[in-house]
């Protein structure tokens, strides 16, 4: 299929995990690919993957919690592909894991906000403005299983990622007569190294949780992102959708 023909996707978080997945899926539906990231070597295996495919891709690194960095890159993918019709943010790190809140460094809990948060914040802010030049955009935020129910020992992670689905409705209602939707994706535990880097307690924990008794796959994320981003999507916004393995109903 491509779904995606002549549009323009920026995937943060796109040199490795669900970013690389997603950004992989879109560029193969036609998207032409802006990934967002910090480790310069896996978004250049990315960009010589996708290229050798034939695909439009660009690599920019930035760090999505600064928020002049994000409006200028942001600006940068405008004037290279002429439009931006897609925004995925899949950037972000887990923080201080296996803590109880007393045992957090104010600094930590702060960083984790700064990048999963903040970072959605600017990512969002602006690409709208390029989006409401064609009243056409696909905002996808990702979010967590942990923001709706927390996970013990990741109180930092669980409560930025509890804000980002707060973020998503908000903006979801703000911009609803726009042609933009503003939707979030709250995955549970997914296979990705992020997660292998997580303590093996902490996973089994997590991964107990799910009825299914397993993680999820890369390409479960990447096909549930790209229906969320795609047109058929058009009725869906401010809304946070669960992947879960039926750890979450609600």
């Known amino acids: 299929m491509q779904r995606f023909a002549d549009q323009v996707a920026i995937i943060t978080g796109g040199a490795d995990g669900l970013g690389r997945s997603i950004a992989a899926r879109l560029s193969n539906e036609g998207a032409a690919v802006a990934i967002f990231d910090f480790n310069e070597v896996k978004m250049a295996e990315v960009k010589a993957e996708l290229e050798a ?50 045992d957090i460094e104010g600094a930590d809990f702060d960083k984790v906000i700064a990048i999963n948060l903040r970072g959605s914040f600017n990512m969002t802010k602006y ?48 911009y609803a007569e726009t042609g933009i939707t503003v939707n979030a994706l709250a995955p549970a535990v997914i296979r990705t190294a992020m997660v292998e880097g997580m303590p093996a307690e902490q996973v089994k924990y997590m991964t107990d949780k799910i009825p299914m ?21 058009s009725f869906n916004t401010g809304f946070c959708f669960d992947l879960t393995g039926g750890r979450a109903v609600y």
């Open 213 to 233: 008794k397993r993680c999820g796959a890369l390409d479960e994320v990447a096909s549930t992102a790209a229906f969320i981003v795609s047109k058929e999507a």
């Open 53 to 102: 495919a034939g695909r439009r891709v660009a690599t920019l690194k930035v760090d999505i919690s600064d928020e002049d960095a994000v409006r200028q890159a942001i600006e940068q993918v405008v004037e290279q592909f002429g439009r931006l019709d897609i925004t995925i943010n899949c950037a972000g790190i887990v923080g201080p894991t296996g803590k109880k809140l007393q």
């Open 127 to 174: 690409s709208l403005p390029h989006m409401l030049k064609n009243n056409y955009g696909r905002i996808l935020l990702i979010a967590s299983i942990a923001g709706k129910e927390g996970n013990a020992g990741m109180c930092a992670y669980s409560t930025s990622k509890a804000g980002v689905i707060g973020l998503t409705k908000s903006v979801g209602k703000e």
